[in-house]
């Protein structure tokens, strides 16, 4: 299928949730499957001539993006959802990378399948989700992920990774640890038509019976799907209304040597179970919380006063201030509290600070 035309000096404030001003210099956008190839072989020319790195931008949703972006940038935009049955009661999921992820929850849950529906209204597209390997409420993709398929930024080639060859962990994957290398083209889910509600975290059940469900395991993947969407909506601050990228700071992972420390000056703080024996998860917002971060403006940006872990915008702030607020969050924790905090939101164009 033919490309467009590549864009010069193309805006981007519509193109990210923080809705920074930022400007493209060369952007090609991919809307069909067929154009991959041609459109990294394109980008690659272009790259050599400007000595640059390919950039890729999907949803704009968890990334920082400077004023002037030189790196020539492929924006993924294909659509699409292919649900094909397997044996038993098992399904397979397709989805294009530029499907945005929370439709994709939506057209699984109300299909009746299993897998993904603690993951609702968590922005961004289908090819972003296991790059960062997206997790909450007591669920992530790795769960559910049956293969991906990528393409080589280097010699247009694709393959297709199975589940154990995406390496995941907690927020990572082997897309995360070889950026710039890999463009993923699709994610294909393998989800179930049976299964049972996961309502352990908190919140999930109270929610549900809300929404006039007092028997949480009689809750169907569209009522679990329904409720995180509504507690996602009441917690987290709406990027349409103010200019955010969800979660800025991962939830940081400490051995229990360190925990019990931590614990013995610190008596009330949360310690959650860790993603291995031998290790327990702590409350980035409840870290940054007590340090007294929530509400805080700073300039033009700041940390919003729903939820310690949401930096935003308020209308003119850049990537490079978001960035100055965040060392200074991370300075502080790790000062009272001896535990470094992790960035979660991805960089085009910035100079790293951490």
């Known amino acids: 299928m033919t490309l467009p035309l590549p864009l010069t000096r193309t805006s981007l404030r519509d193109h990210n949730s923080f809705r920074f001003a930022a400007e493209a210099s060369w952007l090609l956008r991919v809307t069909h499957p067929d154009q991959f190839a041609d459109a990294v072989s394109m980008a690659r020319h272009q790259a050599r001539s400007q000595n640059a790195d390919i950039a890729v931008l999907g949803g704009g949703s968890n990334v920082l993006l400077a004023e002037h972006i030189d790196d020539p940038i492929l924006q993924i935009a294909t659509r ?69 398929a990528a393409i080589n930024l280097q010699d247009a080639r694709s393959h297709v990774f199975t589940a154990a060859e995406c390496a995941f962990g907690y927020r990572e994957s082997r897309f995360k640890r070889e950026a710039g290398q890999w463009l993923i083209q699709s994610v294909t889910l393998r989800l179930s038509g049976e299964g049972r509600p996961r309502t352990d975290y908190p919140g999930v059940e109270a929610a549900l019976s809300d929404a006039g469900i007092d028997a949480p395991e009689m809750a169907s993947p569209k009522d679990v799907a329904d409720a995180i969407a509504a507690i996602r909506r009441r917690k987290l601050p709406d990027p349409a209304q103010v200019g ?61 006063a729903q939820h310690a872990l949401v930096l935003v915008n308020h209308g003119a ?3 490079s201030d978001i960035l100055s607020l965040a060392a200074l969050i991370a300075d502080s924790v790790r000062a009272r509290f001896g535990v470094v905090l992790e960035r979660e939101p991805v960089l085009l164009g910035c100079a790293d600070r951490t």
């Open 80 to 148: 699409g959802v292919r649900i094909r049955a397997l044996s038993g009661n098992d399904w397979l999921v397709h989805a294009e990378a530029g499907e945005p992820w929370h439709h994709l929850v939506e057209h699984c849950a109300t299909a009746g399948l299993w897998g993904i529906e603690n993951l609702s209204l968590i922005p961004g597209t289908v090819g972003a989700a296991p790059i960062q390997n997206i997790g909450a409420y007591g669920s992530e993709i790795a769960h559910s992920v049956h293969q991906v």
């Open 244 to 304: 955010n990228a969800g979660s800025f700071f991962k939830n940081p992972h400490i051995t229990d040597e360190a925990a019990l420390k931590l614990v013995q000056t610190n008596p009330h703080i949360p310690l959650f179970t860790g993603p291995q024996p031998g290790w327990r998860k702590l409350s980035a917002a409840w870290l940054i919380e007590a340090c007294g971060w929530k509400g805080h403006r700073h300039g033009e940006v700041g940390v919003s």
């Open 317 to 319: 702030g850049s990537a």
